[in-house]
């Protein structure tokens, strides 16, 4: 696409840079990030709690020692720049309005959440609860026989031996609580699934490290002994997306609602309540006919065939993993976590008054408050600047970042819906944003400047020419035109 197409939707950079200085601005007026902007938008975090969070170690230079302990063969680090949006939750956990951290290199993610998040904000909050929170360990037993490998599941099975697990597992790591205990037996083989309740830790080492050593001591107890055994084979889902966790969970399992009266909705969003429930149950369908429809391919080479692809039924949300991801990423935790932790359902629907409903289940999302790397000194600034109560930490920490994950579901199903997504891509993609105040008081504003000439483009064009908002075709053919006959001038 000719750079000339592009300045057109473009708008003109303002003069005074400081004049949205303390307030929100929006990606058109403002296309720098000032240092007297960052400075007041840590002003503003450390006053919305109490000015408790020093933010130095967000600028702190490397340090070999700093990480010692998270790193092998250490050569540096990569810096990622930090955003902020604050989400109002009504939790069994977290309650009041919490700013969100979140470190991403990648443009409008944080204004869509943020725009989301404000429209949830206006609504009064997210309500939320935490379902459960379990991690589970997987081991498999491997024995000479089938007689022996059913009379090991027997045992495995029997309320002495999981009491000894529990109380093994305790006594090496006091955050392992063992709470269930299942086993079932293929051939000569038994295969089982340990389930912990790690305490304020995610829980995949602590979960690992307790099987490990409580199984050793207690196989001592066995009527036979296994010829061998693994501590996992993949049944527990580390780091992996599967149908299993929508039932059984992994983590901690949240879910949440807001209900948005639709006023507010075309007030904040320009989209009304029915396009948006439209919108999430036209994509529910097509997701389901896409998981379970069998796919024809074929090539030159080959015959036509058939592939069934009804292997991808964890769950449909929109942009989930964007959001956790960023938030993986801000406070310390591993960023491979999102692979399970977004898997989950976001749901639109309208009330019997045309309200909109939006409902968010997470049932598989792996983050923690201690251990691994929330002791950094960066990554602990930004759990510090979320502000989670001292007690079930954990599990308040998953119902703020639901808040979160279901204001950018808002945020970017309303984009699309609109096109604006598209249209301020293409305005940004060479610019650096500014990210705005994450003080849910007012939104990314609409760039009115470039709609308009989109607006006026799409009019010139003949209705087959126009495409959301882009050139026509024959407008970008006659720009190319000119400027090959340009070079060819030279």
């Given at each position: 696409m000719?750079?000339?197409?592009?300045n057109?939707?473009r708008p003109?950079k303002?003069k005074d840079?400081?004049k949205?200085?303390?307030?929100?601005?929006?990606?058109?007026?403002?296309?720098?990030q000032?240092?007297?902007?960052v400075?007041?938008?840590k002003?503003?975090?450390?006053?919305?709690?109490?000015?408790?969070?020093?933010?130095?170690?967000?600028n702190e230079?490397?340090d070999?020692?700093?990480?010692?302990s998270?790193?092998?063969?250490y050569i540096?680090?990569v810096?990622?720049?930090?955003?902020?949006?604050q989400?109002q939750?009504?939790g069994s956990h977290a309650?009041?309005?919490?700013?969100?951290?979140?470190?991403t290199?990648e443009?409008s993610?944080?204004?869509?959440?943020?725009r989301g998040?404000?429209?949830?904000?206006?609504?009064?909050?997210?309500?939320?609860?935490v379902?459960?929170?379990?991690v589970q360990?997987a081991?498999?037993?491997?024995?000479?026989?089938?007689?022996?490998?059913?009379?090991?599941?027997?045992?495995?099975?029997l309320?002495a031996?999981?009491?000894s697990v529990?109380?093994?597992a305790?006594?090496?790591?006091?955050?392992?609580v063992?709470?269930?205990?299942?086993?079932?037996v293929h051939?000569n083989?038994?295969?089982?699934?340990?389930?912990?309740?790690?305490?304020?830790?995610?829980g995949?080492?602590?979960s690992?490290?307790?099987t490990k050593?409580?199984m050793?001591?207690i196989l001592?107890?066995?009527?036979?002994?296994?010829?061998?055994?693994?501590l996992?084979v993949?049944?527990?889902?580390n780091?992996?997306a599967a149908t299993?966790?929508?039932?059984?969970?992994r983590g901690?399992?949240?879910?949440?609602?807001?209900?948005?009266p639709?006023?507010?909705?075309?007030e904040i969003?320009?989209?009304?309540?029915?396009?948006?429930?439209?919108?999430?149950r036209?994509?529910?369908t097509?997701?389901?006919?896409?998981?379970t429809a069998?796919?024809?391919f074929?090539?030159?080479?080959?015959?036509?065939?058939t592939?069934s692809?009804?292997?991808?039924?964890e769950?449909?949300?929109?942009q989930s993993a964007r959001?956790?991801a960023?938030?993986?990423?801000?406070?310390g935790l591993?960023?491979a976590?999102v692979?399970?932790?977004?898997?989950?359902?976001?749901?639109?629907?309208?009330?019997?008054n045309?309200?909109?409903?939006?409902i968010?289940t997470l049932?598989?999302?792996?983050?923690g408050?201690?251990?691994?790397g929330t002791?950094?000194p960066?990554?602990?600034a930004?759990l510090?600047?979320?502000?989670?109560p001292?007690?079930?930490?954990?599990?308040?920490f998953?119902?703020?970042?639901?808040?979160?994950?279901?204001?950018g579901?808002?945020g970017?199903?309303?984009?699309?819906i609109s096109?604006?997504?598209?249209?301020?891509?293409?305005?940004?993609?060479?610019?650096?944003?500014?990210?705005?105040?994450?003080?849910?008081n007012?939104?990314?504003?609409?760039d009115?400047?470039?709609?308009?000439?989109?607006?006026?483009?799409?009019?010139?064009?003949?209705?087959?020419?126009?495409v959301n908002?882009?050139?026509a075709?024959g407008?970008?053919?006659?720009e190319?035109?000119k400027e090959?006959?340009?070079d060819q001038s030279?």
């Amino acid at each position: 696409m000719p750079s000339k197409f592009i300045n057109k939707l473009r708008p003109k950079k303002k003069k005074d840079k400081d004049k949205h200085r303390g307030s929100m601005t929006s990606l058109a007026e403002t296309q720098t990030q000032t240092p007297s902007e960052v400075e007041t938008r840590k002003e503003y975090i450390e006053a919305s709690i109490l000015s408790k969070v020093n933010l130095d170690p967000l600028n702190e230079k490397d340090d070999s020692n700093t990480f010692k302990s998270n790193i092998e063969n250490y050569i540096g680090t990569v810096k990622v720049p930090v955003g902020a949006v604050q989400v109002q939750v009504n939790g069994s956990h977290a309650n009041g309005k919490y700013t969100v951290p979140l470190a991403t290199t990648e443009t409008s993610l944080v204004g869509t959440c943020n725009r989301g998040c404000q429209l949830i904000n206006m609504c009064g909050g997210v309500e939320s609860v935490v379902i459960k929170k379990q991690v589970q360990s997987a081991p498999i037993f491997h024995f000479e026989s089938i007689r022996l490998a059913v009379k090991f599941n027997e045992w495995l099975g029997l309320p002495a031996t999981f009491e000894s697990v529990k109380t093994n597992a305790i006594a090496v790591v006091e955050e392992a609580v063992l709470v269930k205990l299942e086993h079932s037996v293929h051939g000569n083989c038994v295969y089982s699934r340990w389930y912990f309740d790690t305490g304020e830790a995610v829980g995949q080492n602590i979960s690992t490290y307790a099987t490990k050593e409580a199984m050793e001591s207690i196989l001592k107890e066995a009527p036979v002994q296994p010829s061998s055994w693994d501590l996992d084979v993949g049944l527990a889902r580390n780091r992996q997306a599967a149908t299993s966790l929508m039932i059984d969970g992994r983590g901690v399992y949240v879910t949440g609602e807001v209900v948005c009266p639709k006023e507010k909705v075309e007030e904040i969003l320009h989209v009304s309540a029915e396009k948006l429930a439209s919108f999430s149950r036209e994509s529910r369908t097509w997701q389901l006919i896409s998981h379970t429809a069998v796919l024809g391919f074929s090539s030159s080479k080959a015959p036509s065939h058939t592939v069934s692809s009804n292997i991808h039924l964890e769950g449909s949300t929109y942009q989930s993993a964007r959001v956790i991801a960023a938030i993986l990423v801000a406070s310390g935790l591993d960023a491979a976590a999102v692979v399970e932790s977004h898997v989950g359902i976001s749901d639109m629907k309208l009330t019997k008054n045309g309200d909109l409903r939006v409902i968010v289940t997470l049932p598989s999302l792996m983050i923690g408050t201690t251990g691994g790397g929330t002791k950094l000194p960066s990554q602990q600034a930004c759990l510090q600047i979320i502000d989670l109560p001292e007690e079930k930490s954990r599990e308040a920490f998953a119902e703020v970042v639901l808040a979160a994950v279901l204001g950018g579901e808002i945020g970017m199903c309303a984009a699309m819906i609109s096109h604006h997504f598209v249209n301020k891509k293409k305005r940004t993609e060479s610019e650096t944003p500014s990210t705005s105040l994450p003080n849910g008081n007012s939104v990314i504003e609409e760039d009115k400047a470039g709609e308009a000439a989109a607006e006026k483009l799409n009019g010139d064009a003949t209705p087959s020419e126009q495409v959301n908002g882009d050139s026509a075709p024959g407008e970008v053919k006659e720009e190319t035109k000119k400027e090959d006959k340009k070079d060819q001038s030279n």
